[in-house]
C-alpha cells in the first residue's frame, strides 16, 4: 500500500513539474508576476511530493517488504539498518529516485534563498529545474519503476542482499555525496539556460550562479575523495584511484566545473568570458548527465555498471540528447549576443584564470576522450582496445604540470594588465624552496633517473605550497607591515580568499600525496604460519595467527598482525577475510595503521596448503595526504561559499552586522 | 599596489574610451555551432554503441591453424584430445565447465545437435577444480560430446583466447580456425548461423 | 554509483558469462618467481595486461582465475627467457590489441594519442583568436539590453561590498 502511494507521488510529482516547467516560464515571457509567482510554491510542493515517494521506498526497504521487487533484489532482513536504508540507493532504480530528489532539493532552495534574484530569472531558472525533473520522472515512471511489485504477487521470505562490499559505511554516504555533486551542477545549467532567454549575463548573475556551482563543486570534491578512500580500505590492495570508467565519470564533471567556478570570477569581477562561462555551465551539466548515460546504459564496460538495458540506455541518450542539444541550440542562437565586457590583456588575473579554463577543460575533454575511445573505436570499426591507467596517467600528469606551475603565478597577476617579471620576483622564495625539496627528495631517496619523477614532482608541489602563501603573506603584508597589523588583515581577509588559499595549497597536498604514494609504495606477499614474521619499510609485522568470526550476516577469518618497530609493539591489527550468507561473497578488510604521514596495510587471505596463511603487507606512504588535501579543497570551497557577497545576496540571512559591513570602506 | 585603474563593475563599455560601434560577428558565428557539431557526432557514435555489446570480443584465431596441444582425458571416459583429432572434417570444439551456470543453459542445445549426427562437438573441460565433478555433471545431464580433454590451467584456454565459458569453435578439416561464438548457443544461433556455416565449409573442401 | 566493485564483477560473469572466479585475491604467493628480477618483471607486465573476463581491470590486481592463470603464463615464458616485449606479444597474439592496457600507437588509435594535444591546440587557438577578435570589435554594447535605473541600483547594491582585495588593485577604487 505504502508502495503505492509512493508511486502515485511521484505521477502527480509528474503533473507538478510539468506545471512548474510550463508556467512561469509563460509568465516571465509575458511579464505575468502572478504565473511567474507559482515556480517558488510548485518547487516546494514538487520537493514534498518526491520525499515522500523516497520515504516510502525507504520505508519498504526498512521493513524489508519483499513484494516489492527492487527490495527482493537489493535487500535482506539480517542486514544492519544501516544497509537497509543505503540499500535505497544502492541500486539502479533507487538511485534516479535519489538523483530525482536532489534536483528537486536544489530547486527547493532556489526557491526558498532565492528572494533576492529578479524575479522573471528566478521564474525562468525554476522552469528548466522542473524541465530537468520532468525528464527524470518520465525516465524513472516508463523504464525503472522502482515501487515494481513482484508481478504474480508471490512473498518471498527473503531478498538477495546487497552486495557486500557496498554494506560499508564509507560507501553508504559516497552515491548521495556524488550525486549532490552532479546534480548540483543542474543549478548552473537552470541559470545559464535562464540566462540564454533572458539575453542577459552580468556580474550579478555571476554572483548568484557562484554559490550554487560552489556547492556542487564542494559535494563532488567530498564524493570522489570518499570513493577513492573507500576503494582504498576496502578493496585489500592499497589502490586509490584507477582510472575506471565510473571514476572517470565523476571526474570529468568536476574538471569542468573546477572549470566553471574560475570563469565564473571573470565574469563577476571583470564582466568577461561571458559566452565561455554560460558554455561552461551547460557543459558541466552534460558531463554529469553523460556520466549517468555511461553507467546505466552498458555502452561502456565498467566494473561498476549498473545491469545494462539497451531501453534504459537509449531513454537516457534521448534525454540527454534533448537536454544538451537543445541548450547548445539555444546557446548557438543567444550567445552571440552576450559579447562585450571588460577587456584585459593575456598577462592579467582574467588571462591566467582563462588559462587555468584552457587546461582543465582540456584535461576534462582528455579524459573524456580516454573514457570514450573503445566506444568511439568499436562503432567505426576500429577494433577492440582498452584504454587503461597507464594512458591516462602519460596524458594527464603533462597537463597537471603547466597547471601546477602557473597556479602558484595566476593569483599574484593583477586585474586588467599584469606585471609578469613582478609577479615571478615575488617568487623567488618559491623557487628556492621548489629546487630545495627537489634536490633532497632526489638525495633522499637514492637517486637515479627513476627516482627524477617523484622528485621532480615534490618540488612542483612544494613550488605551488610556497607560492600560494607568498600569495597569502603579500595580501597581509608579511614581514613589510608590523606583526599585528598582518595578523589584522590576516583574519579580516574575505572569506573567499581564504577558500582560493585553502584550495591551492590542498591541490598541492594532494600532488605530495599522489606522488610519493606512487613512487614509494612497497609490497610483499607470501605465505605464513603463526609466529613468524616479514619486515617492511623499517617496521616488522608478526602474524600472531587467525580465527574464525561470526558476523550479523558473514562469517571471518580474522588475522592477528603486530606491527613494530625496533623490537617495540606499535599496533597490533585485526585484519578479516569475509565470506557473506547473502548474496555469498567474500570481501577483505584490510586493517591499517596510519601515522599521519604513511600507512601500514595489513590483509589476511585463504589458509595455504601449508598450514599458514596467505598474507599482504604494504607500505602506503603519504597516502594521508591524499584526504588531508581534497578536505583543504573542500573546506576552502565552504570557506570561499561563507563569503560575505554571497550572504548579503539573501537579503533573509542578512543580520545588522553584516549589513553595517556591507557599506563601502574606505580604501585601505 | 601596481595598477592604478579604476574600472570595476559590470559596464566597464563606456569607459574604455572606445566608439560604442557594434561589429558584426558574423564571421565568427560558427564557432557557436561547435558544441552543437561536436554533440551530433557524439550521438551517432552512442547510438551505434548502444547497439554493440562490449564485452564481445573477437577472436584473433579466425583464418588461422588451430594451436598444437594435446589435453589429458577426463577419467573413466574416453579418449584424450589433440589438434590432431580435429582434423579431416568440420567439428565443434565447446569450452565448457561443470561450475559454469551458462554452460548448462547450452547444454540442451549440444544435445540436440550431437543427437542430430550433423557434427561432432569436442568439449574443452575448462578449469574444473576436480575432473570427477565434470564426468558427474555429464552423467546428470547427458553427454553431447565426442572427446574432451582437461584444461585446468587454462592452457589450451588462453591460446584459444578463451574469455569466458562457454564458447564454441567451429574448425574446419584442414585444422584451420573459422569461427567463434560466444555464450551459449541458442537454438537460433545454431540454426541461422551455426549450420549453415558447417556446410559451406563442407562445400568449399574437397 | 557503485565504485570498483573487483569481487562482484567474478559475480556477474558467473551470471552472464559463466566464468566462476572464486576470489582467490591478486598475486598469491605459490604464483611468485624466486628470482626478485624476474619476479619484478611479471608483476610489471601484468600490470600492463588486461583482465579479460572482468574488462577495465589489469591481470595483477585481479582475483578472477583466468587472470591468475595469465599471471602464471607470463611467469612461465618469462623463464622461458622471453622478453617483456615477447611476452606481451603472446598475449596480443591471442586477445588482440584488447588485452594491453595501454592501446598501442598505431592507425586506429592516433585520434586518441593525438587528441590530447590537438584539444590543446585548439583551445589554444580559441584563447588566441578570443583575445584578437576582443582588440578589433570589443568593447561593443556589453549585453542584450541595458539596466534599467532600478536594476542598475540594485546592482551596484550587491556589488558594492566587493571584497577588499588589496593585492591586486581591484578592490581599492570604489567609486
Known amino acids: ?668 | 599596489m601596481d595598477t592604478t585603474e579604476t574600472q570595476d563593475g559590470p559596464t566597464p563599455e563606456s569607459s574604455d574610451g572606445l566608439p560604442h560601434t557594434h561589429v558584426p560577428q558574423a564571421n565568427r558565428r560558427w564557432f557557436y555551432f561547435l558544441p552543437l557539431v561536436v554533440l551530433a557526432v557524439l550521438a551517432v557514435l552512442f547510438t551505434v554503441g548502444l547497439s554493440n555489446d562490449p564485452r564481445i570480443l573477437p577472436s584473433e584465431l579466425i583464418n588461422r591453424p588451430l594451436p598444437e596441444f594435446s589435453l589429458e582425458a577426463l577419467p573413466n571416459r574416453g579418449r584424450p584430445l589433440t589438434s590432431e583429432d580435429v582434423k579431416g572434417d568440420v567439428t565443434l570444439i565447446n569450452i565448457f565447465g561443470s561450475w559454469c551456470v551458462a554452460c548448462l543453459q547450452e547444454h540442451p542445445v549440444l544435445r540436440a545437435i550431437a543427437q542430430e549426427g550433423f557434427v561432432k562437438i569436442h568439449g574443452v573441460d575448462w578449469r574444473e577444480k576436480d575432473p570427477r565433478n565434470g564426468l558427474a555433471w555429464l552423467r546428470k545431464h547427458g553427454d553431447p560430446y565426442d572427446r574432451i580433454g582437461l584444461d585446468p590451467d587454462s592452457k589450451l584456454a588462453i591460446d584459444l583466447g578463451v574469455t569466458g565459458a562457454p564458447e564454441t569453435f567451429v574448425v574446419d578439416a584442414g585444422g584451420v580456425v573459422r569461427y567463434k561464438h560466444i555464450g551459449p548457443i541458442t537454438p537460433q544461433a545454431w540454426a541461422e548461423k551455426l549450420k549453415p556455416l558447417i556446410t559451406d565449409l563442407r562445400k568449399g573442401t574437397p | 554509483m557503485i565504485r570498483r566493485l573487483l569481487v562482484p564483477l567474478a559475480l556477474t560473469c558467473t551470471l552472464f558469462w559463466g566464468v566462476l572466479a572464486s576470489p582467490a585475491g591478486a598475486v598469491l604467493p605459490d604464483e611468485q618467481l624466486n628470482d626478485p628480477a624476474l619476479e619484478a618483471r611479471a608483476r610489471e607486465i601484468s600490470a600492463g595486461l588486461r583482465c579479460v573476463v572482468c574488462q577495465s581491470e589489469n591481470i595483477d590486481g585481479s582475483n578472477a582465475e583466468l587472470a591468475r592463470d595469465m599471471r602464471i603464463r607470463v611467469r612461465e615464458l618469462l623463464v622461458e627467457g622471453k622478453t617483456n616485449d615477447e611476452v606481451l606479444q603472446y598475449m596480443v597474439d591471442r586477445y588482440g590489441d584488447y588485452v594491453l592496457m595501454t592501446p598501442p600507437f598505431k592507425a586506429s588509435t592516433y585520434l586518441l594519442w593525438f587528441g590530447p594535444v590537438l584539444i590543446l591546440i585548439l583551445g589554444g587557438i580559441g584563447v588566441r583568436s578570443y583575445y584578437r577578435g576582443r582588440t578589433k570589435s570589443e568593447a561593443a554594447s556589453g549585453g542584450g539590453r541595458g539596466l534599467s535605473p532600478e536594476e542598475r541600483r540594485r546592482l551596484d547594491a550587491l556589488l558594492v561590498d566587493d571584497d577588499t582585495m588589496n593585492s591586486d588593485g581591484n578592490g581599492d577604487s570604489k567609486a
Open chain 1, 1 to 668: 500500500m505504502i508502495a503505492e502511494l509512493g508511486h502515485f507521488c511521484l505521477v502527480l510529482a509528474l503533473f507538478v513539474a510539468i506545471t512548474q516547467a510550463v508556467v512561469p516560464m509563460v509568465g516571465a515571457h509575458r511579464g505575468d508576476a502572478a504565473w511567474m509567482g507559482l515556480a517558488r510554491p510548485a518547487s516546494a510542493v514538487l520537493f514534498t511530493l518526491i520525499t515522500l515517494a523516497f520515504l516510502a521506498l525507504m520505508h519498504a526497504f526498512v521493513v524489508s517488504d519483499f513484494s516489492v521487487m527492487n527490495v527482493f533484489q537489493n535487500s535482506h532482513t539480517d542486514k544492519p539498518l544501516l544497509y537497509k536504508i543505503s540499500g535505497v540507493w544502492g541500486n539502479h532504480e533507487g538511485s534516479l529516485l535519489l538523483w530525482i530528489l536532489i534536483l528537486s532539493g536544489f530547486g527547493l532552495a532556489v526557491g526558498l534563498v532565492g528572494g533576492n534574484l529578479p524575479p522573471s530569472l528566478r521564474a525562468r531558472t525554476l522552469s528548466i529545474q522542473a524541465l530537468i525533473i520532468t525528464g527524470f520522472l518520465l525516465f524513472i515512471l516508463f523504464t525503472s519503476n522502482p515501487f515494481a511489485r513482484i508481478p504474480d504477487g508471490s512473498l518471498p521470505l527473503n531478498g538477495r542482499g546487497l552486495n557486500p562490499l557496498l554494506q560499508d559505511p564509507g560507501l553508504a554516504f559516497h552515491p548521495p555525496m556524488l550525486y549532490a555533486g552532479y546534480v548540483g551542477f543542474s543549478m548552473a545549467f537552470s541559470f545559464a539556460i535562464a540566462a540564454l532567454i533572458e539575453g542577459r549575463v552580468d556580474a550579478a548573475w555571476a554572483r548568484w550562479v557562484r554559490p550554487w556551482t560552489l556547492v556542487a563543486w564542494i559535494f563532488l570534491t567530498f564524493g570522489i575523495a570518499l570513493g577513492s578512500w573507500w576503494a582504498y580500505y576496502e578493496l585489500g590492495w592499497g589502490g586509490w584511484w584507477f582510472w575506471d570508467p565510473v571514476e572517470n565519470a565523476s571526474f570529468i564533471p568536476w574538471l569542468s566545473g573546477t572549470a566553471l567556478l574560475h570563469s565564473a570570477i571573470v565574469v563577476e569581477k571583470r564582466d568577461g568570458l561571458k559566452a565561455w562561462t554560460i558554455l561552461l555551465a551547460i557543459i558541466t551539466f552534460s558531463l554529469s548527465l553523460l556520466g549517468t548515460f555511461l553507467v546505466r546504459s552498458g555502452v561502456i564496460t565498467s566494473v561498476h555498471a549498473f545491469a545494462s538495458d539497451p531501453t534504459r540506455g537509449l531513454f537516457i541518450l534521448g534525454l540527454l540528447l534533448v537536454t544538451v542539444g537543445g541548450s547548445f541550440t539555444l546557446f548557438a542562437i543567444r550567445a552571440p549576443i552576450l559579447k562585450g565586457g571588460g577587456l584585459f590583456a593575456p598577462i592579467s588575473r582574467e588571462g591566467g584564470l582563462l588559462i587555468n579554463n584552457l587546461l582543465m577543460a582540456t584535461a576534462s575533454a582528455t579524459v573524456l576522450l580516454g573514457t570514450l575511445y573503445p566506444l568511439i573505436a568499436d562503432s567505426l570499426d576500429l577494433g577492440k582496445v582498452t584504454v587503461g591507467a597507464p594512458f591516462f596517467n602519460s596524458v594527464f600528469v603533462p597537463l597537471m604540470v603547466p597547471t601546477m606551475l602557473l597556479m602558484a603565478i595566476g593569483p599574484l597577476l593583477a586585474w586588467k594588465r599584469a606585471d609578469l617579471k613582478g609577479a615571478l620576483s615575488r617568487l623567488w622564495v618559491a623557487l628556492g624552496v621548489s629546487i630545495g625539496v627537489f634536490a633532497v627528495t632526489f638525495l633522499v631517496t637514492g637517486g637515479g633517473m627513476a627516482r627524477l619523477g617523484a622528485a621532480f614532482g615534490m618540488g612542483l608541489a612544494a613550488w605551488l605550497f610556497t607560492g600560494t602563501l607568498v600569495e597569502l603573506g603579500g595580501r597581509v603584508r608579511l614581514f613589510r607591515a608590523p606583526f599585528a597589523e598582518s595578523a589584522r588583515r590576516l583574519i579580516n581577509l574575505p572569506r573567499s580568499t581564504w577558500g582560493m588559499t585553502l584550495a591551492h595549497l590542498g591541490v598541492a597536498v594532494v600532488a605530495v600525496g599522489a606522488v610519493g604514494n606512487i613512487a614509494w609504495k612497497q609490497e610483499i606477499v607470501q605465505s605464513m604460519k603463526p609466529g613468524e614474521s616479514r619486515e617492511i619499510a623499517g617496521h616488522t609485522f608478526t602474524f600472531d595467527g587467525a580465527k574464525e568470526i561470526q558476523g550479523p550476516n558473514y562469517r571471518a577469518i580474522q588475522g592477528t598482525m603486530r606491527l613494530s618497530r625496533n623490537g617495540e609493539d606499535v599496533a597490533t591489527l585485526f585484519p578479516e577475510k569475509r565470506t557473506y550468507d547473502s548474496p555469498p561473497m567474500p570481501t577483505t578488510e584490510a586493517a591499517i595503521h596510519t601515522n599521519g604521514v604513511s600507512d601500514y596495510y595489513a590483509v589476511v587471505g585463504d589458509p595455504t596448503e601449508d598450514g599458514g596463511y596467505v598474507t599482504r603487507f604494504y607500505y602506503e606512504p603519504v597516502v594521508p595526504f591524499l584526504w588531508y588535501g581534497a578536505l583543504m579543497m573542500g573546506l576552502g570551497g565552504l570557506a570561499s561559499l561563507a563569503d560575505r557577497r554571497h550572504r548579503v545576496g539573501a537579503p533573509r540571512l542578512r543580520h545588522p552586522k553584516a549589513a553595517a559591513k556591507a557599506t563601502p570602506a574606505p580604501a585601505e
